[in-house]
């Protein structure tokens, strides 16, 4: 696969797709992909078809797609539906889990937040059947429903429902690194606020809460890229780079660092 990726996009790559009925080769699709996973015992890699398909109807823009490289071929092609093209599982309309795979279809049209109509279709679907989550549902389907409403709902900095999600995913799945980050990022929004300009809470809650998750976040994760962000956060000579700080500003940097910062992960 080495050469075929996009220069600018290195997880995008041109994917081949035959129709499964027509004979018509104008029928089949060349497509853009974004590579997400690969799998060693069949050399099979999982990616997110980023375009709309003019012919094909068995898959669409968002959907799971399962991609391999032939021998001697010039472009990874998609695995025959019957052979595993589509990554989700045949779901009952109006369940908790089509509701669930047409709000991950929304949050990756949302694009991180540049395309604010798929965001917002996002937080419209999730946000009913997990506000409360049904306790019924699968442990590992609530927790992503949660994390991908958490995702939208931060790219909306709509700041504490994020925190209130990113926190439900960790009482169920308390080792998602993902989610770690995604509520320490939330809370350094919320501990660097002015008090006056806070949603809810004091700003000695907030600070409190964030600097208990730094706390965690220096135990749980031990990614060098992490450890490295909450260095620089916290080193002294961020927290004395602004200028002309008040000695009240600068206090409350020496407290909970030099600033905020936003976490994005697909």
Sequence with gaps: MEGRFHEQYPDDIQVFFQHPESEDPMH?????VTV??????????LGILLNAPRHLKDVQEGDNVVIHLPAESQLPVAREAGKGRLGWPVVAAGSFSETLI???????QGRFGHHPPGIQACVDTLGPVLEPAPQSEPVNLRALGHYVLARCLSEQYETVRAINHFE??????????FARMGLLA?????AHMRPDALPSGTEQ??????LAQVAVARERLQDSQTLRLLDVIFSQTEIEAGEELTPEQL???RR?????FRYKAR
């Design 28 to 32: 089949n699709e060349v497509m853009w």
């Design 36 to 45: 997400i996973a690969h799998d060693a015992a069949s050399d099979a890699f």
């Design 102 to 108: 047409r709000g991950v279809r929304s949050y990756r």
């Design 168 to 177: 439900e995913v960790l009482r169920l799945t308390p080792d998602d690194a």
């Design 186 to 190: 939330e809370l350094s929004v919320l």
């Design 205 to 210: 809650e907030w600070e409190s809460r964030y």
């Design 251 to 253: 206090e409350k940097r």
């Design 256 to 260: 909970v660092g030099a600033g905020a």
